[in-house]
C-alpha cells in the first residue's frame, strides 16, 4: 500500500477504521466541516501526487450531504495529481429510480453515475447496487460485489435443505437465484405492487407451507416490504421466517415495526452506519474482509 492512500468521508467513518486496521494502514489525514452557510469544506493534509487515492463514503442517511462531500473530497484529490481515484461506495443512493417509468421521472441512477465520473472518480467499489444494470451507468470501471457471498458462511449454519428463498419482488429475484445457488435451496417469488411509498400489494408465487424462508432483499428502509412478505408467507403457512438484505437503511420505527413482525432474524452487511441501531432480531455481518480484497488486488 505504499503507492495508495485511504480516505474516509463522513458518512461511514467507522467501517473506514475498520478497513484501514485490517490493511494495518492508518486512514489518511482528512478535515471536513460545514460553513456557515451550509456549503461544504474539505481539506485533504496528505501528499497524493501519483498515489492511489480510496475514499469510503457511504451515501445514507443524508444522502445529498454525502453526496456532494464525496464529490468535493475526489475533486480536492484530483486536483492534488491524484494517480487513480477510487469511490468505496457500499451503499449507492438513488439507485431504484433507476429507469424512466413514468412521464416527467428522472434516472436518478444515471445522474450520479455522471457527477461521481465528472468529479473525477476513476474505479467505483460498490454493494449490490439496486440493479445490476446501474454498472452500465458508469463509463469508469465498477466493482460490484454481492452480499450473498459475504453472508453465506453466517447462513450456512441456519440454512438447510428445506429451506426457501423468498424474493419480495420480481425486480430481487437475481438476488434470490443467486442466493438459491449459493445455498442450494429452492426460490419462490412474490409479485409485488408499489401503492406509494408506503403501500405495497403483494401476492405470492410458489409454495412456502410447512417451510423455513429466507425472505432475500437489496435493502430494508420502511421495513414495509420485509414485514408484507413475511407476514404473507406466514398466511401461507411458512414455519421459520428470517430476513436477510445488504443495506439497512432503517428510517422512521423500521426496526420497532420488524421486531413485532413474524420476522425471527434480520441479517444486514455494515454498508451504512447503524451504529445507533440495536435489536436483538439483528445480525451483522461485516463487508471489511471483502473490500480489502479488492483495494489489494486493485492497488498493483
Ligand atoms: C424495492 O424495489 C427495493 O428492492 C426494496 O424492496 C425496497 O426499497 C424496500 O423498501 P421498504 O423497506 O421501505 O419497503
Same mark, same amino acid.
Given at each position: 500500500m505504499t503507492s495508495s492512500i485511504l480516505l474516509s468521508g463522513s458518512s461511514h467513518p467507522k467501517l473506514a477504521q475498520e478497513l484501514a486496521n485490517y490493511l494495518h494502514i492508518t486512514l489518511g489525514l482528512l478535515k471536513t466541516e460545514q460553513f456557515p452557510d451550509g456549503e461544504t &469544506?474539505?481539506?485533504? &493534509?496528505?501528499?497524493l501526487s501519483n498515489k492511489n487515492v480510496f475514499i469510503v463514503q457511504s451515501l /445514507? #442517511? &443524508?444522502?445529498?450531504?454525502?453526496?456532494?462531500?464525496?464529490?468535493?473530497? +475526489? %475533486? /480536492?484529490?484530483?486536483?492534488?495529481a491524484a494517480k487513480n481515484i477510487t469511490a468505496i461506495i457500499p451503499y449507492l443512493a438513488y439507485g431504484r429510480q433507476d429507469r424512466k417509468d413514468k412521464s416527467g421521472a428522472p434516472i436518478t441512477a444515471k445522474l450520479i453515475a455522471k457527477l461521481l465520473q465528472t468529479a473525477g472518480m476513476s474505479h467505483l467499489i460498490v454493494m449490490d447496487l439496486h440493479t445490476d444494470q446501474i454498472e452500465g451507468f458508469f463509463e469508469t470501471n465498477v466493482t460490484h460485489l454481492h452480499f450473498e457471498e459475504i453472508i453465506k458462511d453466517t447462513l450456512k449454519?441456519?440454512?438447510?435443505?428445506?429451506?426457501?428463498?423468498?424474493?419480495? %419482488?420480481?425486480?430481487?429475484?437475481?438476488?434470490?437465484?443467486?442466493m438459491s445457488q449459493i445455498l442450494n435451496t429452492e426460490m419462490v417469488l412474490i409479485n409485488k405492487e408499489r401503492l406509494n411509498s408506503f403501500d405495497v400489494s403483494m401476492k405470492l408465487i410458489g409454495d412456502v407451507k410447512g417451510k423455513d424462508v429466507l425472505i432475500a432483499d437489496d435493502l430494508c428502509s420502511t421495513g414495509g416490504t420485509l414485514i408484507a412478505a413475511a407476514e404473507l408467507c406466514q398466511k401461507h403457512g411458512a414455519k421459520r421466517i428470517i430476513g436477510a438484505v445488504s443495506h439497512?437503511?432503517?428510517? #422512521?420505527? /423500521?426496526?420497532?415495526?420488524?421486531e413485532?413482525?413474524?420476522?425471527? #432474524?434480520?441479517? +444486514?452487511?455494515?454498508?451504512? %452506519?447503524?451504529?445507533f441501531v440495536s435489536s436483538p432480531v439483528l445480525k451483522q455481518v461485516s463487508i471489511v474482509p471483502s473490500l480489502a480484497q479488492v483495494i489489494l488486488k486493485t492497488d498493483l
Amino acid at each position: 500500500m505504499t503507492s495508495s492512500i485511504l480516505l474516509s468521508g463522513s458518512s461511514h467513518p467507522k467501517l473506514a477504521q475498520e478497513l484501514a486496521n485490517y490493511l494495518h494502514i492508518t486512514l489518511g489525514l482528512l478535515k471536513t466541516e460545514q460553513f456557515p452557510d451550509g456549503e461544504t &469544506q474539505v481539506h485533504i &493534509q496528505e501528499e497524493l501526487s501519483n498515489k492511489n487515492v480510496f475514499i469510503v463514503q457511504s451515501l /445514507a #442517511q &443524508q444522502p445529498n450531504h454525502y453526496l456532494m462531500e464525496l464529490m468535493i473530497i +475526489i %475533486d /480536492a484529490a484530483k486536483r492534488a495529481a491524484a494517480k487513480n481515484i477510487t469511490a468505496i461506495i457500499p451503499y449507492l443512493a438513488y439507485g431504484r429510480q433507476d429507469r424512466k417509468d413514468k412521464s416527467g421521472a428522472p434516472i436518478t441512477a444515471k445522474l450520479i453515475a455522471k457527477l461521481l465520473q465528472t468529479a473525477g472518480m476513476s474505479h467505483l467499489i460498490v454493494m449490490d447496487l439496486h440493479t445490476d444494470q446501474i454498472e452500465g451507468f458508469f463509463e469508469t470501471n465498477v466493482t460490484h460485489l454481492h452480499f450473498e457471498e459475504i453472508i453465506k458462511d453466517t447462513l450456512k449454519g441456519t440454512i438447510h435443505e428445506k429451506f426457501v428463498i423468498v424474493s419480495p %419482488d420480481i425486480g430481487g429475484v437475481k438476488i434470490a437465484r443467486r442466493m438459491s445457488q449459493i445455498l442450494n435451496t429452492e426460490m419462490v417469488l412474490i409479485n409485488k405492487e408499489r401503492l406509494n411509498s408506503f403501500d405495497v400489494s403483494m401476492k405470492l408465487i410458489g409454495d412456502v407451507k410447512g417451510k423455513d424462508v429466507l425472505i432475500a432483499d437489496d435493502l430494508c428502509s420502511t421495513g414495509g416490504t420485509l414485514i408484507a412478505a413475511a407476514e404473507l408467507c406466514q398466511k401461507h403457512g411458512a414455519k421459520r421466517i428470517i430476513g436477510a438484505v445488504s443495506h439497512g437503511l432503517f428510517v #422512521q420505527d /423500521a426496526i420497532k415495526k420488524i421486531e413485532n413482525s413474524p420476522l425471527e #432474524q434480520l441479517i +444486514i452487511t455494515n454498508s451504512i %452506519d447503524n451504529s445507533f441501531v440495536s435489536s436483538p432480531v439483528l445480525k451483522q455481518v461485516s463487508i471489511v474482509p471483502s473490500l480489502a480484497q479488492v483495494i489489494l488486488k486493485t492497488d498493483l
